[in-house]
């Protein structure tokens, strides 16, 4: 499938530059749609608006960029491949506890990458699968890494703009997929825990092995 053109979204130039050293060109546009989901979103939703009026939509939308890695499942330097995207914190606290905006009876909750897609990219990556929570607010204690993984036992890592890209191309009716290269781990800020450079490197490497990958797939195959 060599003439699908991709939209990478991630949130900040050095995130874009890593992408784009291994993927740009080739139909395949890599942008920095600006940090958190709503700004991601608005970003996101215009260039696909743009492409389409131009007459050159994209046939894929991919969130990429760096995380936090829940522990011990998704280590410092590792690649987390989405096989859901779920916004954790959209909702509303009760004296029972958080409730999703799903349970109050409206919006979504997450989305859902191509299940073939998700699979050849872990084949070729080693990546693992898993679901990547977006959030408004970096997790930055244990008690609240906790909680998040007693709600969401399948998180791999957390994110600010996954949600917001994957809602931006449920609009326009493209799939989404969403890649992540574990920086630091979920839970306490600690500086000197952080690998930003190993884990752009690990970023650069999965897109170089993501075309091949594109190419087998059929997009009308979930």
Same mark, same amino acid.
């Given at each position: 499938? &060599?003439?699908?053109?991709?939209?990478?979204?991630?949130?900040? !130039?050095?995130?874009?530059?890593?992408?784009?050293? &291994?993927? &740009?060109?080739?139909?395949?546009?890599?942008?920095? @749609?600006?940090?958190?989901?709503?700004? =991601?979103?608005?970003?996101?939703?215009?260039?696909?608006?743009?492409?389409?009026?131009? +007459?050159? %939509?994209?046939?894929?939308?991919?969130? @990429? /960029?760096?995380?936090?890695?829940?522990?011990?499942?998704?280590?410092?330097?590792?690649?987390?491949?989405?096989?859901?995207?779920?916004?954790?914190?959209?909702? =509303?606290?009760?004296?029972?506890?958080?409730? %999703?905006?799903?349970?109050?009876?409206?919006?979504?909750?997450?989305? $859902? %990458? %191509?299940?073939?897609?998700?699979?050849?990219?872990?084949?070729?990556?080693?990546? $693992?699968?898993?679901?990547?929570?977006?959030?408004?607010?970096?997790?930055?204690?244990?008690?609240?890494?906790?909680?998040?993984?007693?709600?969401?036992?399948?998180?791999?890592?957390?994110?600010?703009? /996954?949600?917001?890209? @994957?809602?931006? &191309?449920?609009?326009?009716?493209?799939?989404?997929?969403?890649? $992540?290269?574990?920086?630091?781990?979920?839970?306490?800020?600690?500086?000197?825990?952080?690998?930003?450079?190993?884990?752009?490197? =690990?970023?650069? +490497?999965?897109?170089?092995?993501?075309? !091949?990958?594109?190419?087998?797939?059929?997009?009308?195959?979930?």
């Amino acid at each position: 499938m &060599a003439s699908l053109h991709v939209l990478v979204a991630t949130a900040v !130039p050095v995130e874009r530059d890593a992408v784009a050293e &291994a993927f &740009a060109g080739d139909g395949h546009t890599v942008i920095a @749609a600006g940090v958190g989901p709503a700004l =991601a979103a608005a970003s996101t939703a215009t260039a696909l608006t743009t492409a389409a009026l131009e +007459g050159s %939509p994209y046939g894929l939308v991919v969130s @990429a /960029g760096i995380a936090g890695g829940f522990q011990p499942e998704a280590p410092v330097g590792s690649l987390v491949v989405a096989d859901e995207i779920t916004v954790a914190d959209l909702g =509303a606290e009760t004296a029972e506890g958080f409730v %999703p905006v799903t349970e109050l009876g409206f919006g979504t909750v997450t989305h $859902r %990458p %191509p299940n073939t897609l998700v699979r050849d990219l872990v084949a070729v990556t080693g990546a $693992r699968a898993g679901a990547v929570l977006t959030v408004s607010t970096v997790t930055g204690t244990a008690e609240r890494a906790a909680a998040l993984r007693a709600r969401h036992p399948r998180a791999l890592a957390e994110a600010m703009e /996954g949600f917001g890209v @994957a809602e931006a &191309a449920a609009s326009h009716g493209v799939p989404v997929l969403e890649i $992540r290269a574990v920086s630091n781990p979920v839970g306490p800020r600690d500086r000197a825990a952080w690998r930003i450079g190993d884990a752009l490197a =690990a970023l650069t +490497g999965a897109f170089g092995k993501l075309t !091949p990958v594109l190419r087998s797939w059929n997009p009308y195959d979930q």
